[in-house]
């Protein structure tokens, strides 16, 4: 029937529930996770594709960077007509309407003879729109909700040895939303940011064992009006 989770599922190389009790890889995290791997785009012809499901409709395209192949790209562009579906459906005096768009990046490139750089982008916006109960309005409830998010992420990877391998990340992510009533009043806003370095290394000592360790330095930012 469609995602509306901001990632577009076409793009996704492996997804996977890790439900605890597994190696710590990630910051402040001990329980369950959702992890999400974006695949490479073709690194053998550019191509093109167009998908259309029961919440949106979606682009894809991809192909091979420079003459040697020796990196990919792949852009994904989505919007939701989910809200007028609901439109259509609902009960009279009960409009609900529930709408989203969102973009995503990733290059890829070799840089012989053992390195590798990437670069991911990630943005979306949602909007809520509802019209409240006309018999029993209320100035609390919100009738227009919105959210932006932007993430980036930038790694390099250095491969010394074939049973070596060094990786480190630098991510930036953004959020923003607000909340109106149905007088067009503030219900809330706010937001946050988040600055983020990882370093990782894996050593593969035989087929039965590899050695793993890493490090992270995370800068967080939030603020928030609940308005008056």
């Known amino acids: 029937g469609g995602s509306i989770a901001m990632v577009n599922g076409d793009i ?6 890790l439900n605890g009790s597994y190696p710590q890889r990630y910051g402040n995290r001990l329980g369950a996770e959702v992890d999400f791997d974006v695949r490479e785009g073709s690194r053998e012809r550019r191509q093109a594709r167009v998908g259309v499901s029961a919440t949106d409709a979606s682009f894809v395209a991809e192909g091979p960077m420079g ?3 020796s990196g990919s790209w792949l852009v994904s562009l989505r919007k939701s007509y989910l809200e007028y579906i609901l439109d259509k459906v609902s009960e009279e005096g009960d409009d609900f309407g529930f709408g989203y768009s969102d973009v995503q990046a990733k290059l890829v490139k070799d840089v012989p003879p053992r390195h590798g750089l990437d670069l991911s ?3 979306g916006r949602s909007r809520l729109d509802q019209t409240p109960d006309p018999q029993e309005p209320d100035p609390g409830e919100v009738t227009d909700g919105r959210n932006s998010a932007v993430f980036v992420n930038l790694g390099w990877r250095f491969a010394p040895s074939n049973t070596l391998t060094l990786t ?4 930036v992510a953004t959020n923003q939303f607000s909340n109106e009533n149905l007088n067009s009043e503030l219900l809330g806003d706010g937001g946050g940011a988040d600055l983020t ?12 064992l590899t050695n793993e360790g890493g490090g992270q ?3 967080q930012s939030r603020h928030e009006n609940l308005g008056d």
């Open 168 to 171: 480190q990340h630098v991510a």
């Open 217 to 219: 330095v995370q800068r």
């Open 12 to 17: 996704l190389d492996s997804i996977a529930l």
């Open 197 to 208: 370095w990882r370093a990782d290394v894996v050593n593969v000592r035989s087929p039965h």
């Open 67 to 69: 003459a040697t192949k």
């Open 121 to 123: 982008f990630v943005a």
